[in-house]
C-alpha cells in the first residue's frame, strides 16, 4: 500500500491520484474530539469506505480514533500521498514546509485566515506558495473544505454534510469557490437521486485553482460532466483552456455565477463601465468559451442529465405536455419570460394521433388533462411530439399521479427517453420523491420547480460552441500603437485618428478653439453646413451632456456664437476644474437608430466589446450584449440580432431596414483594439453611433477613449 517516493507514477497522473485517490492521508492538526472540526475529516474518511492509511499528526496524542498519531510529518515513517492541513493560520507556513520536504505529493489546507481576510493573509498565502514549489508539492487552497470522491470513497473533508448515511456514486463532477455549498449541493441532489463523481472546495486558489482543477476532470473518466459554482475568474487562459478541451471530450461545463447585481459590479468612465461591469464580462467570457451558464442554483444540480451527450442546439424551440393545466401553464409562463419559444405539435401531428384516437390541439400547451394519466394516451403523444420537426425539445409536465402512481406518466417517460435522439426533461408538480428517483436514475433530467425547468431550457438553447477569435491579417497601424501605447488622456485629435484608422465613419467636425466664443466671424466653419452640434472638448469630462457641454441644432453663425458662450459659462460653473481644450463643431446627422459601442479591458476576463442601444439613457436601459473581443464580423451581426432595442433596424415590424452589415464591421473594427500590444487603453466608446438606412454606413458623432494613467 505504501510505495517508495521512487516508484510514483508521472507528474500528470500522480497529481490525479494523489488528489482524489491517494492511497495514503496525513491529517495535520487532528483532534480526538468528536465536536471539533478537525475531527471530521478522519471519522467521515473512514464513514465512507476509505480503504489507505490514515496517519493522523497530532503532538499531544499517541493514537486518535484507533489510528497511531505522529508528533509531525517528518516523524510518519512511510510515503504520504496527501496532507490534510487544519492549524491555525500562523502554523501553516512551517507545515507545508515539513510537507514539502517530505515530498507529500499535494496539501490541501482547511485553514482559514489567508488572502480573504487582507494584506497580512495575502502575504502568509504566498509564503506557504514558495515553500511549496521548492520541491514541487501542489497545494489545494487555503480556506478549503476539501475533496470528496464517491467512486473510490475518499471523503477527504471537513463539511457536515458528509454525515449523510451514505455516499452515492454518480458521474457529474463540481468544482466550487464556496466550500459550504459543496454540502449544500451534496443533501439536495442525493435527496432527489441526483449523484455526484467528485466535488472539489478550491478555496482561494493560491496554486490549483478552477481551470486545472477542470482539467483533471476533463481527463476523468468517472466524470460526464463538471459543474462550477463560481464568484469570479483568477486565471482566464488556464480557465479558457479547461473549458475548451471539456467541449471537445464532449463533457459539458455548466456554471452558476454568484455575484450578478450591480453591487458586484466595477466603477468605470463610460457608460460601458457602468453598464457591462465584472459580472457581464465573465458572463460572456463563459459563453464565448462554450460553458452553458444557469441563472438558477437549483438547476445547476438539476440540468446535467440534459445535456451529457449532446451538442449546441441552436435557435429552437419547446413542445410542453401536461397532465395539468395548471402546471403546464405555469411552465409556458415560465419559458415566455426567459425568451424561449414554445410551439405546438404541428397539423401532421395532431393528425397522426387522430388517427390513434388521441385527440389533441395544436396549440403551445398540450394539455392532456387527467384522462394524461393513462399510459397509452401519454405515450402516444409524447411520441408524436419527439417525432415532429415543429421542436427541439419535449417538456412533459405531470401532475398528483407522480406521487403515488408512477406508472401513468412517469413510466412512459423513462421508456421513451433511452432511444429519443431530443432532450426530455419532467417537471413534476408535487413532491413526488419516488418518481424523481426513477427519472433520476433513467438519466433523465427532472425539476422541481418551473423556474428551474425554464432557467435549464433557456440554457440549453443560449448554448453554443466556443468562440474562435478571428486571425490577426496584418500589423494595427503605427499611429494606432502610438495613441494606445500613449498616456494620460486622449486628445480628440488622436480620437478621431483611431477612428479613421479602424475605418469608422466620422460625422464631419471642425474643432475650434476656447478664444472662439468670443469671435465676431469663424472661418472654419465654411467647411461644414448648419445645422450644427456644439460639443466641449475636455480630456476631464467623460460625459459632456451632464456637464452642460452638448448644444444641439444650432441653426446659423450668429446662433453657434451665443451657443459657444453659453457653453464656456455653464461647463465652468458645472465643472471649475476641468480643463477646456475648445469646441467640437459637428455637422447634424441623423440616422435609425443610436447605438452604444463600447470597448473594455476587464481585470478578470480581458478584453470585451459591448453592442447596446446609445445614447444619453444607454445606462438607464441596459440594453447590451457582451461578448470576447475581438469579433469576427459575423460574430457582430449575431450580437446585434440579441440587442432587442435594435429591433428596428431588422426590419421589425416592416420599419425601414438599417444598415446592418456596415454596423457590424464597425463592431468588428472597433473590438481589433484588443489586438494592439502594449496597449494601454481600459475603455473605449461610440455613443452615438448613428446607423443609417440599408446601404447608408453608419457614423460615429462621439468617442471616448481612455488610457490607464
Given at each position: 500500500m505504501n510505495k517508495p517516493v521512487s516508484a510514483l507514477p508521472t507528474v500528470a497522473t500522480?497529481?490525479?491520484?494523489a488528489l482524489f485517490a491517494p492511497d495514503s492521508i496525513a491529517l495535520i492538526g487532528a483532534s480526538a474530539d468528536e465536536s471539533k472540526h478537525a475531527s471530521f475529516p478522519q471519522r467521515y474518511l473512514r464513514k465512507h469506505g476509505f480503504a489507505g492509511v490514515i496517519y493522523p499528526v497530532n503532538p499531544g496524542r499517541e493514537e486518535v480514533f484507533g489510528e497511531r498519531a505522529y508528533a509531525s510529518v517528518d516523524k510518519i515513517p512511510?510515503?504520504?500521498?496527501?496532507a490534510f492541513i487544519m492549524l491555525p493560520a500562523r502554523l501553516v507556513p512551517d507545515a507545508v514546509e515539513q510537507c514539502a520536504e517530505r515530498r507529500v505529493q499535494c496539501a490541501t489546507i482547511f485553514s482559514a485566515g489567508f488572502a480573504e481576510i487582507g494584506e497580512e493573509g495575502r502575504r502568509l498565502q504566498e509564503d506557504?506558495?514558495?515553500?511549496?514549489?521548492?520541491?514541487?508539492?501542489?497545494?489545494?487552497?487555503?480556506?478549503?473544505?476539501?475533496?470528496?470522491?464517491?467512486?473510490?470513497?475518499?471523503?477527504?473533508?471537513?463539511?457536515?454534510?458528509?454525515e449523510i448515511p451514505e455516499l452515492l456514486p454518480g458521474r457529474v463532477s463540481l468544482l466550487s469557490q464556496s466550500g459550504s455549498l459543496i454540502g449544500s449541493l451534496l443533501s439536495r441532489a442525493q435527496s432527489r437521486g441526483l449523484r455526484f463523481a467528485k466535488m472539489i472546495s478550491v478555496g482561494n486558489e493560491v496554486d490549483l485553482g478552477v481551470g486545472e482543477l477542470g482539467d483533471l476532470l476533463v481527463d476523468d473518466p468517472d466524470t460526464q460532466a463538471i459543474l462550477l459554482f463560481i464568484e469570479t475568474i483568477r486565471d482566464r487562459e488556464r480557465f479558457a483552456t479547461m473549458a475548451r478541451?471539456?467541449?471537445?471530450?464532449?463533457?459539458?461545463?455548466?456554471?452558476?455565477?454568484?455575484?450578478?447585481?450591480?453591487?458586484?459590479?466595477?466603477?468605470?468612465?463610460?457608460?460601458?463601465?457602468?453598464?457591462?461591469?465584472?459580472?457581464?464580462?465573465?458572463?460572456?467570457?463563459?459563453?464565448?468559451?462554450?460553458?452553458?451558464?444557469?441563472?438558477?442554483?437549483?438547476?445547476?444540480?438539476e440540468i446535467a442529465s440534459m445535456v451529457i451527450g449532446r451538442h449546441?442546439?441552436?435557435p429552437g424551440k419547446?413542445?410542453?405536455?401536461?397532465?395539468?393545466?395548471?402546471?403546464?401553464?405555469?411552465?409556458?409562463?415560465?419559458?415566455?419570460l426567459r425568451g424561449v419559444g414554445v410551439t405546438g405539435p404541428g397539423a401532421a401531428a395532431v393528425a397522426e394521433l387522430a388517427a390513434k384516437g388521441v385527440q389533441i390541439n395544436d396549440s403551445p400547451l398540450v394539455d392532456l388533462t387527467m384522462g394524461g394519466t393513462n399510459p397509452k394516451m401519454f405515450g402516444a403523444t409524447l411520441d408524436g411530439l419527439l417525432s415532429s420537426p415543429e421542436n427541439n425539445a419535449v417538456v412533459t409536465v405531470v401532475g398528483s399521479s407522480s406521487q403515488y402512481r408512477p406508472q401513468g406518466a412517469v413510466v412512459p417517460i423513462i421508456e421513451r427517453a433511452r432511444t429519443a435522439t431530443k432532450p426530455i426533461a419532467a417537471f413534476l408538480t408535487p413532491n413526488a420523491e419516488e418518481s424523481t428517483r426513477m427519472l433520476a436514475d433513467a438519466s433523465i433530467a427532472v425539476f422541481r420547480t418551473p423556474e428551474a425547468c425554464a432557467d435549464a431550457m433557456r440554457a440549453y438553447f443560449e448554448w453554443h460552441p466556443p468562440i474562435d477569435s478571428?486571425?490577426?491579417?496584418?500589423?494595427?497601424?503605427?499611429?494606432?500603437?502610438?495613441?494606445?501605447?500613449?498616456?494620460?488622456?486622449?486628445?480628440?485629435?488622436?480620437?478621431?485618428r483611431v477612428l479613421t484608422l479602424l475605418g469608422i465613419e466620422q460625422a464631419q467636425t471642425v474643432t475650434l478653439g476656447m478664444s472662439a466664443a468670443d469671435q465676431s466671424s469663424i472661418a472654419e466653419l465654411k467647411k461644414i453646413k448648419f445645422p450644427v452640434v456644439v460639443k466641449i472638448i475636455s480630456p476631464d469630462i467623460a460625459h459632456k451632456t451632464e456637464a452642460g457641454g452638448v448644444i444641439l441644432n444650432v441653426a446659423d453663425e450668429q446662433t453657434l456664437l451665443t451657443a459657444l458662450r453659453q457653453m464656456r459659462t455653464t461647463v465652468k460653473q458645472r465643472r471649475p476644474n476641468a480643463k477646456l481644450e475648445g469646441f467640437a463643431v459637428q455637422e447634424m446627422r441623423k440616422g435609425l437608430a443610436e447605438v452604444l459601442l463600447g470597448y473594455r479591458v476587464d481585470s478578470h476576463v480581458g478584453p470585451t466589446i459591448a453592442v447596446g442601444v446609445g445614447g444619453v439613457l444607454a445606462e438607464m436601459y441596459r440594453d447590451v450584449v457582451l461578448s470576447l473581443a475581438p469579433v469576427t464580423v459575423d460574430t457582430a451581426r449575431k450580437m446585434v440580432e440579441k440587442v432587442r432595442g435594435l429591433a428596428p433596424i431588422r426590419g421589425y415590424r416592416n420599419l425601414p431596414l438599417g444598415d446592418v452589415d456596415a454596423l457590424a464591421q464597425a463592431i468588428a473594427a472597433w473590438s481589433s483594439l484588443a489586438r494592439i500590444p502594449g496597449s494601454r487603453i481600459t475603455e473605449a466608446e461610440l455613443n452615438p453611433l448613428l446607423v443609417g438606412g440599408a446601404g447608408e454606413g453608419i457614423a460615429a458623432v462621439d468617442a471616448l477613449i481612455v488610457r490607464q494613467p
Open positions: 500522480s497529481l490525479h491520484k512511510h510515503p504520504v500521498d496527501h506557504i506558495l514558495k515553500r511549496a514549489q521548492r520541491t514541487g508539492m501542489r497545494i489545494l487552497g487555503p480556506n478549503c473544505l476539501g475533496i470528496i470522491n464517491s467512486i473510490q470513497h475518499v471523503a477527504l473533508s471537513a463539511n457536515e454534510a458528509l478541451r471539456a467541449y471537445a471530450a464532449g463533457k459539458p461545463v455548466i456554471a452558476y455565477l454568484l455575484g450578478r447585481s450591480a453591487l458586484g459590479n466595477e466603477l468605470a468612465a463610460s457608460h460601458t463601465g457602468a453598464i457591462a461591469g465584472n459580472s457581464a464580462a465573465v458572463e460572456a467570457f463563459l459563453r464565448d468559451n462554450g460553458v452553458i451558464r444557469v441563472d438558477m442554483f437549483e438547476t445547476l444540480i449546441p442546439p441552436g419547446v413542445s410542453v405536455m401536461t397532465t395539468t393545466g395548471g402546471g403546464g401553464a405555469l411552465l409556458v409562463d415560465n419559458l415566455g478571428p486571425k490577426l491579417t496584418q500589423a494595427p497601424a503605427a499611429d494606432l500603437v502610438r495613441v494606445a501605447q500613449g498616456r494620460g488622456p486622449v486628445s480628440a485629435a488622436d480620437s478621431a
